[in-house]
């Protein structure tokens, strides 16, 4: 079975300011995706960026990009140029051999004014 | 554009009633996907379908059961339900399997 452990329960930046928030996860899959998820308050589940394991290169969306490092089974996310509306509840995914998405615990991240 | 749609969005129940939750998916999508999230929990996955049979299974209490119909839809049947079963239920929709999953708005369940 597979694990995902998001190590920051909570962060806090000003806005304008770039933030990184971590994802490890451990599977002995070769083939898989991962995820990062938003949930603001409305409690709605919003897709982030997505990653293929089997390509190298970092997925980019807009302020959103990830590092992903597969022999450490890394994932982190940035965000760059930080919202007010950014403020949420980010989850980490996995999903390899089973259909089910796997997450991590979540990060609270704060927006400050 | 169509986004998965999850009715009821609220749900009262007393202890040991029965509860269904629907969920209609985005047009063509042909696999569903449902999960719990507890208060202050991340989502658990519950159970899957693809193509109107049962795909996979996650932690899906025996007391639960769900189907998909032929418009694809899908409805959580729960039945004896706990206090423990308050919760947001969430489901989920992909073009095909092992696809970006994108959730509906959720079912808030409560049981008093």
């Known amino acids: 079975a597979q694990t995902v452990t998001q190590s920051q329960p909570e962060m806090s930046v000003q806005e304008a300011e770039t933030v990184t928030l971590s994802c490890t996860y451990d599977?002995?899959?070769?083939?898989?995706?991962l995820f990062w998820y938003k949930q603001p308050p409305s409690r709605q589940m919003i897709l982030v960026i997505r990653?293929?394991?089997?390509?190298?290169q970092n997925a980019t969306e807009n302020r959103f990009s990830v590092n992903f490092q597969k022999a450490a089974k890394s994932f982190s996310l940035k965000i760059s140029d930080s919202q007010l509306g950014d403020t949420a509840m980010y989850f980490c995914?996995?999903?390899?051999?089973?259909?089910?998405?796997?997450f991590g615990k979540g990060t609270h991240l704060i927006i400050q004014p | 554009a169509a986004g998965v749609i999850q009715s009821p969005r609220h749900l009262i129940k007393e202890k040991r009633e029965t509860a269904t939750l629907k969920c209609y998916p985005i047009p063509r999508h042909d696999t569903v996907y449902w999960y719990q999230q507890g208060p202050g929990q991340d989502p658990q996955f519950l159970i899957s379908f693809y193509e109107k049979m049962q795909s996979d299974k996650g932690s899906i209490p025996d007391r639960f059961s769900a189907q998909q119909f032929s418009d694809y839809h899908s409805e959580l049947n729960m039945s004896s339900l706990e206090l423990g079963d308050s919760a947001l239920y969430f489901c989920?929709?992909?073009?095909?399997?092992?696809?970006?999953?994108?959730f509906g708005p959720g079912t808030r369940l409560t049981v008093l």
């Open positions: 989920a929709s992909t073009l095909r399997r092992r696809d970006t999953q994108y």
């Open positions: 599977t002995s899959e070769n083939n898989y995706y």
């Open positions: 990653q293929e394991a089997y390509k190298q």
């Open positions: 995914a996995f999903e390899g051999g089973a259909d089910g998405l796997t």
